[in-house]
């Protein structure tokens, strides 16, 4: 397994475009997670799958922003009518449960670099 | 709701120079601490972690220590690398918010020279 994979790397797009993200994760992991960072900050994060279920959204995701794991393996991001706020790297990361909460690895993907211009 | 609080960067350090970054935390009850770093041009990595008060986390010659009473988990390593150039992000899990979910610090840039 060569870890969790996103693609596209980089993405430039006009302000009001649609844009798709996709996110591939470790193929044993039920949980997956995406993040969304700005410069010069931690990731803040914006929902999380447990298989195929969403489970938490962020008050950050706006109505412009979906999320979906159709089948509980490779999740997409997808943002409407684009911001140039909505520039960032957007990472995807994904765990497998453990009996003990918190004691579980998350494994970040490369992220992909979102510029609306 | 839970936050974290990191010394702003960037640090630099002459190599083999100990290193100490410190880390705060607001949260209820007992959540997970975590160090990650992020090298240049790759995805984030943990590094270490810790799950309950007093635990030691350590990788790499890196160490933190859980201290709820000062709510504290500082990096510390006594003898830096040029390799360890990287953004260092402090976070948490769990703590009254969602198990797995990670809440990070904004991160300190360490650059280490020759």
């Known amino acids: 397994d060569t870890g969790v994979s996103q693609d596209p790397r980089h993405k430039i797009t006009k302000r009001g475009q649609n844009v798709t993200f996709r996110c591939d994760p470790i193929?044993?992991?039920?949980?997956l997670y995406w993040y969304r960072q700005t410069l010069g900050q931690g990731p803040e994060f914006l929902t999380y799958f447990q298989n195929e279920a969403q489970l938490e959204k962020s008050r950050l995701l706006s109505d412009r922003f979906s999320a979906e794991r159709p089948k509980g393996s490779f999740s997409t991001l997808e943002i409407q009518r684009t911001e140039q706020g909505d520039s960032a790297m957007y990472l995807c990361a994904s765990s497998f449960d453990s009996v003990t909460p918190g004691d579980t690895e998350a494994f970040f993907g490369q992220g992909t670099r979102l510029t609306v211009v | 709701g839970n936050s974290v609080t990191q010394m702003e960067g960037p640090v630099t350090l002459s190599e083999e120079a100990f290193l100490t970054i410190n880390c705060t935390y607001t949260a209820t009850g007992y959540p997970s601490l975590f160090w990650y770093v992020q090298y240049p041009g790759e995805g984030l990595q943990l590094l270490l972690k810790a799950t309950k008060a007093d635990d030691k986390g350590s990788n790499k010659g890196f160490e933190a220590t859980y201290r709820k009473e000062t709510t504290s988990f500082h990096l510390e390593k006594g003898s830096v690398q040029v390799s360890d150039s990287a953004v260092y992000f402090c976070a948490l899990s769990g703590g009254g918010g969602t198990a797995s979910k990670l809440t990070f610090g904004t991160g300190t840039r360490l650059q280490v020279t020759l």
């Open positions: 193929s044993e992991h039920n949980r």
